[in-house]
């Protein structure tokens, strides 16, 4: 296996792990464990608006998908960053370990680098972006 298809392999599989943690956060967790409702008072219970707890919902959800297909990798990895230094600060009282009573911050700042090793790399050799990159590429003319 050549440098490049470890490099590939490991965009992949940092991409989609990061992927399928927001879509489990936002889908196992907020909608069927908690439901939107009850995120939305947790949410509330800290000083945030309720609509935030939704915003996050949706955002972790769509982030994830397209985090698992590949698709604009830098610009959702960076953009769900916000999101998760909420999760720290709404942590950083508990201490460093997360499983401490109601979680520690490091698993939300492990998250935060994590988040941005994938945007250093982007979606890397299988990704949706790629398959989307060729069709452009194809659709243009050939110049002299």
Do not use: C
């Not at 309720?50 to 996050?56: D, G, K, N, R």
């Not at 769900?80 to 600060?89: D, N, T």
């Amino acid at each position: 296996m050549t440098e490049t298809n470890k490099a590939a392999l490991a965009a992949l599989l940092l991409r989609v792990s990061l992927g399928v943690m927001f879509i489990a956060h936002s889908f196992i967790l907020k909608y069927l464990t908690f439901t939107l409702a009850g995120t939305a008072q947790f949410f509330e219970s800290l000083g945030l608006p309720a609509f935030l707890a939704y915003l996050t919902f949706a955002a972790e959800l769509v982030g994830g998908i397209a985090l698992v297909i590949g698709f604009r990798t830098r610009l959702v990895a960076l953009a769900l960053v916000p999101i998760l230094l909420g999760a720290a600060w709404v942590h950083i009282g508990n201490g460093w370990v997360f499983s401490a009573a109601n979680g520690g911050w490091e698993y939300p700042i492990f998250l935060i680098v994590v988040s941005f090793a994938s945007a250093l790399l982007g979606s890397g050799a299988y990704a949706l972006d790629n398959v989307l990159g060729q069709a452009k590429a194809k659709a243009q003319p050939a110049r002299a």
